[in-house]
């Protein structure tokens, strides 16, 4: 097969998704970019026919809400190919926006806490784009059930490669995540953390963001997002709780709702316990973990988001970027990844 870099006519998309026979504006600029794959310094340029040939030898890495996700072999380079469905105008939507955030994040090659973006290919029959991506082991919430808890320092490694990860998101480009959760935790076998899944992500207006519908996992939904009172106005300390939650599973080994009597698997009364009931709160007396983490996790988990602190410190508000919890993990980052990088090792020769 010839996938070289010799010049190729992009593959053209026949989308009429929003029923219109006039291309949209988005589907004129994603014809012109599917099939441009950048790994490096070297530049590609693929069909849907050559995509579809890879695809026959690819193996399977897992599946998630927006579709599955395969390993190919790619000019002797290991990639992930995230295969998404767009036959209906939200999951263009969708897609738009997870191409949105990696294309933006692909501009800034040094940074490290986000999965590396290397291109995209349309394939119209059946529709879909397939995002190449750099492969990594596997995500936490399939790691945890490997290995039960995380240890606090590890906990510590994890919150220190997200939250870099979030505030480079807010700050950089205005883009806040709306559905941190484990499961979009990938890590490396250096043992790096790295944020995943943009599908369901939002922009920043003069620092907050505004929604009609909920997205995201129910499990990790922050109070506000959910408060009809609120209007569904939040800024990105919404996913400050969404970590605080994250973080509790990941060195509990434990869903925190079911902890408290709460039926997750019933949506209605998962979503009124968040509402209505006080946010969990995480003690001493309960726990074998440091005062410095159980003051960090309920930081994060500060029912009024007005008074749960952002990323940085805002004047005398202290940010959890400058809580001593963090800044504990920001010195302990070599000993965590050892810790992660023999995990792997395990975990992967058990398979």
Known sequence: MNNSKRSLRPNKIRFAIDTKDEKTKDEIMLELESGRITLGEEKYLITEIQLKEMLLHADDLGSGAQGDVKRINFHNHSIAVKQ????????FKQALKELNVLRKVKQDMNFQYIVRYFGYVIVNEPKYIYIFMEEL??????????IKTFPESIVGNIAFDVINALNYLKENHQIIHRDVKPSNMLIDKEGNIKLSDF???????NSVAKTKTLRGHFQYLAPERIDESQ??????????WSLGISLYQLATG???YSKLGCDENNEFVLLSFIEKHEPPRLTLEETTFSTEFCDFLNNCLVKNPKE??????????KGIMDHPF?????????????????????VLSNK
């Open 84 to 91: 998404i469905k767009i036959d209906d105008l939200n999951l």
């Open 137 to 146: 082991i596997m995500c936490l919430d399939k790691f945890q059930s490997r």
């Open 199 to 205: 599908a369901v992500s939002g922009e920043l207006n």
């Open 231 to 240: 209007n569904s106005v939040y800024d990105a300390r919404s996913d400050v």
């Open 254 to 256: 434990k869903h925190l």
């Open 308 to 317: 749960r602190p952002k990323y940085k410190s805002d004047g005398p508000n």
């Open 326 to 346: 963090f800044i504990r993990a920001t010195m302990e980052q070599e000993t965590a990844k050892k810790w992660l990088k023999e995990q792997i090792l395990l």
